[in-house]
């Protein structure tokens, strides 16, 4: 098989033990991949303004690591876009730092791209901590599943869910609209054409606008649950994840006035009334948390 380049790009703020773990990870990922294939891997690790010594801890505990640190915490789009450009390897793949690769993730990525030459984009079947699946793919937003999602509509015939649920729609490889930036794989000429993600984009909605981009041009997004990997989701916002509900909404906003701006405000009905109706839902039920996040997305969408 002939050589093959990969650079990992892993995103690092104040998860400095966590962090850890994920290099280790990569590591061994790593080794495994340069036997089997011969590759040269790159691991880049670009920390946004960490205040936890993150930044030490990488130089200290591996000096073979890339490490870019930037004096401001510049969000996914910008610090994943900053780190692919010093990268000049043909396969790129972004990391997030909660995220435990397996041994042989590298390898079976790699090689997926080397027998599926149909396959631009790669996403793998990520795992909560305790082994129960993550779903970490779907198919790309437009307004009528975005209601149908704020709606609590999981399935609508005709209407491909922008969150599918099902387990079968994550058994096997198959054509997707996006997949998780937490692991995401791509042929460096997907950036060359696209420029990366959309830096008006903090986080949350970054990596799906970018495949909205990306299949518009005729790059096919695959997701591999041959590939595995573990993600504790939401450890660098402390597993705060109603503050990923409303940067969500947030994306969801940006999105829409970008790709669909003349649908936007009747879309914007239904967003008001999806969450008026989980406020309720939620009052009722006595979670107040919930209801209360639900309230704060109103003043967003």
């Known amino acids: 098989m002939d050589k ?15 962090t850890r773990r994920c290099l280790q990870k990569v590591e061994l990922a790593k080794a495994y991949c340069e036997k089997k294939l011969g590759s040269n891997i790159k691991i880049i690790v670009l920390d946004n303004a960490s205040e936890d010594g993150s930044a030490s801890m990488i130089k200290q505990d591996y000096p073979n690591v890339k490490l870019i640190v930037s004096k401001e915490n510049t969000g996914f789009s910008k610090g994943n876009n900053i780190a692919i450009k ?24 790699v090689a997926y791209f080397r027998v599926n030459l149909n396959c631009d984009v790669l996403g793998t079947r990520l795992n909560y901590s305790d082994g129960r699946l993550q779903p970490s793919a779907g198919n790309l937003p437009y307004p009528v599943n975005i209601i149908t999602w704020i709606l609590g509509l999981k399935s609508v015939l005709f209407v491909p869910a922008f969150h599918p649920v099902k387990k079968s ?4 490889a198959h054509r ?34 970018w495949c909205k981009r990306i299949k518009k041009i005729g790059f096919k997004i695959w997701y591999v649950p041959q590939v595995e990997a573990i993600h504790l989701h939401g450890a660098s916002t402390k597993f705060d994840l109603s503050a990923s509900f409303l940067n ?3 994306g969801i906003k940006y999105y829409l006035k970008k790709h669909y701006s003349l649908l936007y405000y009747p879309t914007k009905l239904f967003l008001i009334l999806g969450l008026i109706l989980r406020i309720i839902a939620f009052s009722i039920l006595k979670k107040k948390e919930r209801a209360r996040v639900y309230w704060k997305g109103l003043g967003i969408v």
Request: proline fraction near 1%.
């Open 248 to 250: 969500e909404l947030k």
């Open 4 to 18: 093959l380049d990969l650079s990992v790009i892993i995103l690092s703020y104040n998860t400095k033990d966590i």
């Open 176 to 209: 997707v609209g996006w997949i998780m930036g937490a692991f995401f794989a791509f042929r460096r000429k997907v950036f060359e054409k696209t420029s990366g993600f959309d830096e008006n984009l903090f986080m949350h909605m970054d990596e799906i606008e």
């Open 169 to 172: 729609y994550f058994s096997k």
């Open 86 to 109: 010093k990268t000049n390897t043909p396969f790129v793949l972004l990391l997030n730092s909660d995220v435990y690769v397996q041994e042989d993730s590298l390898y079976k990525t």
